[in-house]
């Protein structure tokens, strides 16, 4: 059974930097085949794809974000971590991680809420 | 980036009744390499993460119902669900894989009338 589960800091002030961890049983990242994104979904609006990693430690960013946008892997503790730097009141929202294979992002965790305010 | 559009916003419709859904890209994401679209329907309800519902745009996930079917090639899909029940009620999204960054429509709200 494959789950995630993501952990981070509920607040964080603008300038600051983010680090979220993703936390994942039931699978392996450890193959080029296998991959974890990161998503994210201000409060009442659209989904925003942001990063993702995979197995082999391929990593691929959103263009618009990839300056601030850090992906990483532990495989020995399944995690993954993103860091985002220099964050702002507009990247107020829920972050969710998901595995992805074969293309398809079929599990996500229950994603944690952000709040970037002073 | 390709951007998705969906309509319409919200629609609210009686149970049993059919509810269709629109996306449309701004380029193809139909890959002529294996004449698949690449496009998938997410189901998101209140404090949930979303759920795939289709992938490849008409290729409906296990354990999915099969009132929930997807159509659609190249810039223009349809979610359709043939007779809308009240778990039914949640914000559905169509998002494009063809090519990063992978980018989703804005959504669409279905509630029961």
């Known amino acids: 059974q494959i789950t995630l589960r993501e952990s981070g800091p509920t607040l964080v002030k603008p300038t600051q930097t983010l680090t979220l961890t993703c936390t994942f049983s039931g699978f392996s990242l450890n193959t080029g085949g296998v991959g974890v994104d990161w998503i994210r979904q201000p409060p009442g609006k659209a989904l925003e794809w942001l990063a993702l990693i995979y197995g082999d430690d391929n990593k691929i960013y959103s263009p618009s974000l990839k300056s601030r946008l850090t992906i990483t892997k532990d495989t020995s503790k399944n995690q993954v971590v993103l860091t985002m730097t220099n964050m702002d009141p507009v990247d107020t929202a829920t972050y969710y991680c998901a595995h992805r294979a074969e293309s398809v992002d079929r599990y996500w965790g229950q994603g944690t809420l952000v709040t970037v305010s002073s | 980036d390709i951007v998705m559009t969906q309509s319409p916003d919200s629609l609210a419709m009686s149970l049993g009744e059919r509810a269709t859904i629109n996306c449309k890209s701004s380029?193809?994401?139909?890959?002529?390499?294996?004449?698949?679209?690449?496009l998938v329907w997410y189901q998101q309800k209140p404090g949930q993460p979303p759920k795939v519902l289709i992938n490849?745009?008409?290729t409906r996930e296990s354990g999915v119902p099969d009132r929930f079917s997807g159509s659609g090639s190249g810039t223009d899909f349809t979610l359709t669900i043939s007779s809308l029940q009240a778990e039914d009620v949640a914000v559905y999204y169509c998002q494009q894989f063809y090519s990063t960054p992978r980018t989703f429509g804005q959504g669409t709200k279905v509630e029961i009338k």
């Open positions: 380029q193809s994401v139909l890959h002529s390499s294996n004449n698949k679209n690449y």
């Open positions: 490849w745009a008409s």
